[in-house]
């Protein structure tokens, strides 16, 4: 079943086209990753789906029609997003933080759970539960804006190049993190430079190249295509 699905999804930045049409698909239970250049759209494709810029063309999720609902609305649906960069507050504490993003949330019990919960996959943010965010590595900052994201309980997390600035043992762990959440059901769609890293998690794979997307497969046969090879993974 599709828990997410683009129908010639074309989107704008006042008159300059981002995305010209694409089509999308991630199932429920999915690891889905979207690669290309700086620039192809990938972190526009996402913003679509939150309903952060103007779009043409129709938004499905979860059976639902959600093109131009608010942003508020589309994450209280059940998206969360994760952007690029990461965007914690870094003058607030990581308790801070993680309550914020259950700012819908009324049961200060259900958010002291899903707090909980968070350090099972993040156990680093317990040491760091009364730290303030900019005082915080980047790897365990990437670590408070996922599980940032997570405090709503989504039906699927989007990420937005979440290996970004890292050093490579901080990829390695960040990446076994993701797979984590998947094996526990979360669905994914992620974005992200490391094409070779991303696709030995995923389950299917698009690449996306000035706006349109030009290939999608399963993520293992992208590995092996000559295209994606020379141009992402050399």
């Not at 309550?99 to 019990?109: C, I, L, N």
């Not at 365990?140 to 405090?151: F, T």
Request: with cysteine; glycine share 10%; proline share 3%.
């Amino acid at each position: 079943m599709s828990l997410v699905e683009l129908n010639n999804v074309q989107a704008f930045y006042g008159g300059i086209e981002a995305l010209k049409g694409i089509n999308l698909e991630v199932k429920a239970g999915e690891i889905v990753t979207l690669i290309g250049s700086n620039g192809a759209g990938k972190s526009t494709t996402l913003k679509s789906i939150c309903g952060q810029v103007q779009t043409k063309g129709e938004i499905w999720f979860d059976g639902q029609k959600i093109t131009s609902l608010e942003p508020h609305v589309i994450a209280q649906s059940g998206i969360a997003h994760v952007p690029e960069g990461r965007r914690i507050f870094p003058r607030l504490t990581v308790k801070e933080n993680l309550e914020m993003g259950a700012f819908s949330v009324k049961s200060k019990k259900l958010i002291k759970e899903r707090i909980e919960k968070s350090f099972v996959y993040f156990p680093r943010l317990k040491e760091r539960y009364h730290q303030t965010g900019g005082t915080m590595s980047g790897g365990e900052q990437q670590m408070l804006a996922i599980a940032r994201g997570l405090m709503m309980n989504p039906k699927i997390l989007l990420l937005d190049e979440p290996s970004m600035g890292l050093a490579p043992v901080l990829v390695d762990q960040i990446f076994e993190i993701i797979q984590e959440l998947n094996s526990t059901g979360m669905t994914i769609l992620l974005v992200e430079q490391n094409a070779y890293q991303a696709l030995q998690i995923a389950h299917r794979g698009y690449v996306i190249q000035t706006g349109e997307i030009i290939l999608q497969d399963d993520a293992k046969v992208l590995l092996t295509n000559n295209q994606v090879r020379e141009a992402y993974l050399a």
